[in-house]
């Protein structure tokens, strides 16, 4: 008897069980159907800082926005950003009006990677987006010591600094399908980051010459440009017209 309990209690454990697989399993697939897919096919921003040449710094992104349910919609993607120093110059020892004996001209680059978890209020054809961002890689300063030979400056001595970073970033404005595109859609945002070119740039130091990189910064604010490429509705079409 006792046997046969034990028997009636593990097949109900195995109905719970498959129960709950097959519960779990339509949800996950009313879940993927929901999704959907954006693959920015590029995007740029121009942030502005006064350490930095015509006040401004470049950005380039390459990225993915996984899925998309209900009002949250993860991006993973790759950006690049390089901005090029104020020359800082070596005043003239006996006229400081004169032609700067040296000088030192600096820039920076950065490779990361970026997750950001996006958040989408309204239609499609026009939402409001924020996107808080959290990037990782690396950035790397270049210093040239250029020396005057009286008709040009030429090159006398360079170094390159390269550090691990990480920082946040913060993103706000309007995206949809404002051109009423089937494939593309757009964003043009606000956006401010941290990515530190300051401390980089400072650690550039050559042994013959007093010069040291007067430029850089902490964060940026600037416009961002992006275009969605709308990858599974391509592939659904594509699918039609290969069964009509």
Wanted: charged share 25%; net charge neutral.
């Amino acid at each position: 008897m006792v046997q046969s309990l034990n028997s009636a209690s593990e097949i109900d454990q195995r109905v719970a069980q498959k129960n709950s697989f097959y519960y779990t399993f339509k949800r996950s697939k009313f879940f993927l159907c929901r999704s959907k897919l954006h693959l920015p096919v590029w995007g740029c921003g121009l942030l502005q800082d006064t350490g930095f040449k015509e006040n401004a710094y470049l950005g380039f992104n390459l990225g993915s926005q996984i899925f998309q349910w209900n009002f949250i919609a993860p991006e993973v993607g790759y950006e690049y950003h390089t901005g090029v120093v104020r020359d800082n110059n070596e005043l003239h020892p006996e006229d400081p009006n004169a032609r700067p004996p040296s000088k030192l001209s600096s820039r920076f680059s950065s490779h990361t990677f970026s997750v950001a978890p996006k958040i989408v209020i309204g239609k499609q054809e026009a939402a409001l987006v924020i996107i808080p961002q959290y990037n990782i890689g690396s950035l790397k300063a270049r210093g040239d010591l250029l020396e005057d030979t009286g008709r040009e400056y030429v090159l006398a001595d360079r170094q390159e600094v390269t550090n691990d970073i990480s920082f946040w970033s913060f993103a706000a404005g309007i995206e949809g399908d404002f051109f009423d595109l089937e494939l593309l859609h757009f964003s043009l945002l606000l956006k401010y980051h941290l990515l530190n070119s300051k401390n980089p740039l400072r650690q550039i130091d050559f042994v013959n010459s007093d010069l040291r990189s007067t430029g850089g910064s902490k964060d940026g604010l600037g416009i961002s440009f992006r275009v969605y490429f709308k990858f599974l509705q391509l592939l659904k079409s594509e699918k039609q017209k290969t069964s009509d």
